[in-house]
């Protein structure tokens, strides 16, 4: 399950969508996300659904890869949709008992389903396409203008980065525990959710000993180089829009046109 979570992970591949200037894919992963919870048409989501495995076959991110992903959820996932189907109240299809199932509820459910795989594997996308030093000048350079009213924006996207800079170092330092604990005779494998539950304490207290001591590390070693935030640094590398970046703006204006349209007047 620890090596099934890819957020946070770099896939290092040549492709369009790695090149593309990160203003672009933050701004596109943040519509593709808006039109995802404002589609309620299986016309909408068809539309949705060939853009966002456009984009994946533009990536060259293995398919797999991707999917590989939504293991970590599959419990939220099947939860929430269990929910929506059985107590989501309407036109009954199926009735036995105190269970019922409803149209509305039927309806309810996939389109969640729906939104919650894309919702991760659009993001994904961007997290496996951009590197995390590129997406911290991208949101810092997206939020400039916020620096107006006093918001800290490159505080927010420094923050962000070491984030994701410590996802995949948590998850190898969790894997090494994991080992470790295992050697010494514990079982994580246990039906027994009690003793399922006592099992985590010997994995979760060094987990969070390590954490706070790679953070206290982080932080001495930016007081030692004498980082003071965003004020007055330059970059090496400055983000400048091209030719493709306009490209792909307007293959996400057109992806919401006829999302829209076709959302609107349900062909489907």
């Known amino acids: 399950m620890i090596r099934d979570i890819t957020i946070g992970q770099f896939y290092p591949v040549e492709s369009p969508i790695h090149k593309l200037d990160p203003r672009v894919k933050l701004m596109s992963t943040l519509l593709f996300i808006i039109s995802l919870f404002v589609f309620d048409s299986f016309a909408g989501y068809v539309v949705a659904t060939i853009f966002l495995f456009g984009v994946i076959k533009a990536s060259r991110v293995p398919i797999k890869f991707i999917l590989k992903g939504l293991k970590a959820v599959f419990f939220l996932l099947l939860i929430t949709t269990v929910f929506n189907l059985f107590l989501t109240p309407g036109e009954p299809l199926f009735s036995l008992g105190f269970i019922k199932i409803t149209k509305e509820g039927l309806r ?70 994991m080992k470790a604990q295992m050697a010494r005779g514990a079982d994580f494998e246990a039906k027994n959710i009690i003793k399922k539950a006592k099992s985590l304490i010997p994995l979760l207290v060094p987990l969070f000993v390590s954490a706070f001591r790679r953070a206290n590390d982080l932080a001495m070693a930016m007081e030692a180089r004498c980082y003071r935030g965003g004020e007055g640094r330059t970059k090496m590398k400055p983000l400048i829009y091209k030719k493709r970046d306009y490209l792909g703006y307007g293959v996400v204006i057109l992806y919401l046109v006829v999302g829209f349209i076709v959302n609107r007047y349900q062909f489907i």
Do not use: C, Q
């Open 108 to 177: 309810l459910s996939l389109f969640i389903a729906l939104r919650l795989v894309y919702l991760i594997m659009g993001s994904s996308i961007m997290t496996l396409t951009t590197t995390p030093n590129d997406l911290t000048d991208g949101l810092e350079k997206a939020l400039w203008p916020l620096r107006k009213i006093k918001v800290p924006v490159h505080e927010i996207s420094m923050t962000m980065s070491i984030a994701l800079r410590f996802i995949p170092i948590l998850l190898e330092e969790t894997d090494k525990i």
